[in-house]
DNA sequence: GATTACTTTTTTGTATACAATAGAGCGAGC
DNA sequence: GCTCGCTCTATTGTATACAAAAAAGTAATC
């Protein structure tokens, strides 16, 4: 697995208080941030997370940063390669497949089940929530659009009232925020938030199967326009591609 | 949340060697050993878990048996107060309600999954298991019974080959362990390996309706022989309790 | 005798110090 | 010229030291 030898950039601290930002933060502090950068890859994949740079950037020791490294490990937002450090992760081919799958399997099941118990309160603020997915849409904003189109799932599923579903199903959005930076080739962030407020249409009228089948056909087709084909065994790709090279 | 006051033994240690244990184990043994206790409570729910006694029980410092400890929080398997310490998890009603809800979602996907790739030796490490299931259950061995009654349905999940959806009901088997211990009434592990059985017939055959069915059946089963009622409001109890009590 | 305030002790939370491992740089040898 | 091996450096892994908070114990007051 080749690493991009990239670097977070540790501004030269000039040494002004104790810390470099203004409180300790807390590690929960430190994961959200880190996490979002990644989602919204502001630290692409592969990126060296050291610990010592992060404590400098959070204001804290290399204890808190270790340890924020290490969550966001168990959420496989980070690669951790034993004395060698922590990288943001490069989600596999197969581990795609089996994040999507897995959202198949469980988001059907999630919406069923708000379809049942969603509140008028809970619909507007699914729609509140399109809103913003269209203003960042129409604004150019890819980064906004794809972290509340992710997003827009993690919500119902938190609104669906099963904390268990809500907790694996934010998790693997996450993972797929990654995954969707690795492999999308066509980002089409206007149809798929086109087919939220349909969803929420469909919720709204209590039609249950409609509902789960948008749901799955809308994960299908996110999950095609991804190009999960094998990376044609990079070794190969690297021989020929010294030898074309030359004097480059 | 009324903890439990029981603290784990700490063996008032002669000091041996450096280490109370062989070798310093590795954080992954340390959350493996603790996990299967509580699995199999040797450690009751409640059980408070400090970190200088873990740490001279496992032969390493407070730093690895610390980090131990929060990975099983992540695993809700132990809650952590702050400035209070850990103890070991005890799901609320609401909380087995969820996580069994999940699993009525997860396993009839990871089955009818599984059905599809299923191998004659992955059938035959089933049919193995299943023995030792039958064996434990002859021998009376309760804690070895529930132990692999759960595992078997992590078995399948692994087998089906999709790690994602493995991982997240190996996570929620560990919890189920901890709530069939707090609200189980009827253990009835010989009807519970009997339905093993029927379902390897079922994927043996390919039967994917049937092996679906009754692994649907399976847990609502197991999930009805629980006592899932609100533990009635604990204050009520508790004066009512005292002033029954007296001379106690 | 019970309750409250204070002190002491224990335990967690965090930072730092030390040990160990991997990688880079550099030189010698074929 | 390339490779092999050495040293040196940088970073991680672990232990310990220190700070802060909670609990326990103690004394004084009503």
Redesign the pocket.
Known sequence: MSQVSRQVARRSAPPRRRTARRR?A??EAIVERIATAIAEHRLPPGT?????ALGEIFG?????A?QALHRLATDKLVT?L?????FVAQPTVLEAREVFEARRVLEPAVVARFVDVATPDQIETLLEHHAREQAAIATNDARAAQRLLGWFHVLIAEMAGNRVLADVLRELVMRSSLITLLYQTTADSRRSSEEHRELIAHIEKREVEQAVELATRHLERVEAGLALREPSSEVVDLKSALAAAGAG
Request: net charge positive; charged share 35%; proline share 5%.
């Open positions: 300790a807390t590690t060296k997370l050291g610990e010592e804290v020791s290399r204890t808190k270790r951790l034993p004395h060698r450090g922590a």
